[in-house]
Nanobody, 122 residues
Framework: QVQLIESGGGLVQAGGSLKLSCVAS????????MAWFRQAPGKEREFVAA?????RYADSVKGRFTISRDGAENTVALEMNSLKPEDTATYFC??????????????????WGQGTQVTVSS
């Protein structure tokens, strides 16, 4: 059974940094695209970053966030710098079919973690 488990969320002041981690079980990790999405209260789930053979970022996080993966440890990380209050959301790790250009569509991802809360205070 495929499982994705996120960790690393928390409360941080604006301008600060956090690093999220997602541990993937089973064979999903080596053959799949991995991504981070986020959802704020009352808003739709939105794409943040994804990695396959390439990386892709939402314009709102480009230059501030970095996605990476460690195949040996079956983990994917999201390093978040220069955090802003508008980054406040629940962050979800997702896994799906690999594409040359990583998908930004939530429906293209088959596996999801339970989410980890990130709160950025002003």
């Amino acid at each position: 059974q495929v499982q994705l488990i996120e960790s690393g969320g928390g409360l941080v002041q604006a301008g600060g940094s956090l690093k999220l981690s997602c541990v993937a079980s089973g064979q999903i990790f080596s053959r799949n695209a991995m991504a981070w999405f986020r959802q704020a209260p009352g808003k739709e789930r939105e794409f943040v970053a994804a990695i396959t053979w390439n990386t892709r970022y939402a314009d709102s996080v480009k230059g501030r966030f970095t996605i990476s993966r460690d195949g040996a440890e079956n983990t994917v990380a999201l390093e978040m710098n220069s955090l802003k209050p508008e980054d406040t959301a629940t962050y979800f790790c997702a896994g799906g079919a690999a594409r040359v250009i990583p998908s930004i569509v939530p429906g293209d991802y088959d596996y999801w973690g339970q989410g980890t809360q990130v709160t950025v205070s002003s």
